[in-house]
Nanobody, 123 residues
Framework: QVQLVESGGGLVQAGDSLRLSCAASGITFSSYPMGWFRQVPGDDREFVAAIDPSGDITFYLHSVEGRFTISRDNAKNTVYLQMNSLKPADTAVYYC????????????????WGQGTQVTVSS
């Protein structure tokens, strides 16, 4: 059974940092590209960042580039999202996902999803 479990969300002030983690089980983690998405009520799920299976290639949503960093530890079956200089506009539920090829940037290219972790940034 595939499980992706996010952690690390919370309530912070603008300018603060958070690191999200996503622990995977039930898949050969090192074979999967991984991604982070976010969603606010009433909106579609939005791509945030993705990383290839080896960790060498990353893509970011333009508005988070330079502030967020995606990384992975294949020995620990975990993907991370380091979020710095957080803004109120970053407030959302953040989801990690395991894709099936390349470095996907749309939700339709991902096979497995976590339950999400809430990030709230106050002004």
């Amino acid at each position: 059974q595939v499980q992706l479990v996010e952690s690390g969300g919370g309530l912070v002030q603008a300018g603060d940092s958070l690191r999200l983690s996503c622990a995977a089980s039930g898949i050969t983690f090192s074979s999967y590209p991984m991604g982070w998405f976010r969603q606010v009520p009433g909106d579609d799920r939005e791509f945030v960042a993705a990383i290839d299976p080896s960790g060498d290639i990353t893509f970011y949503l333009h508005s988070v580039e330079g502030r967020f960093t995606i990384s992975r530890d294949n020995a620990k079956n975990t993907v991370y999202l380091q979020m710095n200089s957080l803004k109120p506009a970053d407030t959302a539920v953040y989801y990690c996902a395991a894709g099936h090829a390349g470095v996907p940037t749309t939700q339709y290219e991902y096979d497995y999803w976590g339950q999400g972790t809430q990030v709230t940034v106050s002004s």
